[in-house]
């Protein structure tokens, strides 16, 4: 089975920072890496999928990146809408979500 | 607009049965792949099961394999999970997803939680 290694598990940052999210797969997983936000009480929803594509009506300040084992989801300008606990997911083999990062506003 | 909704969810004693149910609408329910995941309370996402658009073939997370089973009725837009022998490590959050056909999880539900307890 294909381990997912998020980082950081919390993050704490302020109205404007550039926020950096990682995932480490135990192995290749071809760019079938995903990136989905929960806000609090609320059902997950679709970020970013196939590691860089934008899902519609997401904000261009989400970007994703990555390739092989090491992927990163990156918030150019930190939103106070965006406090939100994010997560990965690989689906080349199965489906294993990260861990989560709960992010927070300084 | 894409709609998901789920219900059936509740509490129930270990070894019981429970179906739950998921509504979809604003978007052509047979052509798409659905799953089911669920999120134990304060836990990440665990993926538990994918059934094809037509209904021919199901996939299950091992630990749910034999106990639960996906359905759907593409007449009625509808999804199901027939949970039987609940356990205790079944309680948490159940969502219903819908599967895009780069087969990540596109659209999902609200939510319906269901507690396994005596």
């Known amino acids: 089975d294909i381990q997912m290694t998020q980082s950081p598990s919390f993050l704490s940052a302020s109205v404007g920072d550039r926020v950096t999210i990682n995932c480490k797969a135990s192995?290749?997983?071809?760019?079938?890496l995903d990136w989905y936000q929960q806000k609090l009480g609320e059902a997950p929803k679709l970020l970013i999928y196939?590691?860089?594509h934008l899902h519609r009506g997401i904000p261009s300040r989400f970007s994703g990146s990555g390739s092989d084992t090491d992927f990163t989801l990156t918030i150019s300008s930190l939103q106070p809408e965006d406090v939100a606990t994010y997560f990965c997911l690989q689906h080349n083999s199965g489906y294993t979500f990260g861990a989560g990062t709960m992010l927070e506003l300084k | 607009e894409v709609q998901l909704v789920e219900s059936g969810g509740g509490l129930v004693q270990p070894g019981r049965s429970l179906k739950l149910s998921c509504a979809a609408s604003g978007f052509t329910f047979s052509d798409y792949f659905m799953a089911w995941v669920r999120q134990a309370p304060k836990k990440g996402l665990e993926w538990v099961a994918t059934i094809t658009n037509t209904g021919s073939r199901t996939y299950y997370l091992d630990s749910v394999k034999g106990r639960f089973t996906i359905s759907r009725d593409n007449a009625r837009s509808s999804l199901y999970l027939q949970m039987n022998s609940l356990k205790s490590e079944d309680t948490a959050t159940y969502y219903c997803a819908t599967i895009a056909a780069g087969d990540w999880f596109a659209y999902w539900g609200q939510g319906t939680l269901v507690t396994v307890s005596s």
């Open positions: 196939h590691t860089n």
């Open positions: 192995q290749n997983i071809n760019k079938y």
